[in-house]
């Protein structure tokens, strides 16, 4: 069964960088591409960033761009959120998801193409 675990995720105040990890059980990650979605109070979720299951093919949301990287190592079975420049608007429950699609060069942007999510790990900018 495949599981999805993240972690990383706390305190940091604005300007600050955390990495978030996401951690695979069950099957190797070649197969699968990942997107990381958040949500924050009251909001709904967004997708934040994805890479695809050759590693190949990333998106990241506009609001994300240049300050937030994807990549992955199928030898730890993890995909990583490198997070930089932090705002107080980055605040929420940050998740992972995995889906195997039919090409390996592919991955979604929204989360009705996810079937299989983390808990969630919360992160939190603000002085």
């Known amino acids: 069964q495949l599981q999805l675990v993240e972690f990383g995720g706390g305190l940091v105040q604005p300007g600050g960088s955390l990495r978030l990890s996401c951690a695979l059980s069950g099957f190797t990650l070649d197969y699968f591409a990942i997107g990381w979605f958040r949500q924050a109070p009251g909001k709904e979720r967004e997708g934040v960033s994805c890479i695809s299951s050759s590693g190949s093919s990333t998106n990241y949301a506009d609001s994300v761009k240049g300050r937030f990287t994807i990549s992955k190592d199928n030898a730890k079975n993890t995909v990583y959120l490198q997070m930089t420049s932090l705002k107080p608007e980055d605040t929420a429950l940050y998740y992972c998801?995995?889906?195997?699609?039919?090409?390996?060069?592919?991955?979604?942007?929204?989360?009705?193409?996810?079937?299989?999510w983390g808990q969630g790990t919360q992160v939190t900018v603000s002085s």
């Open positions: 998801a995995a889906e195997d699609f039919s090409t390996s060069m592919y991955c979604g942007t929204r989360h009705e193409e996810y079937d299989v």
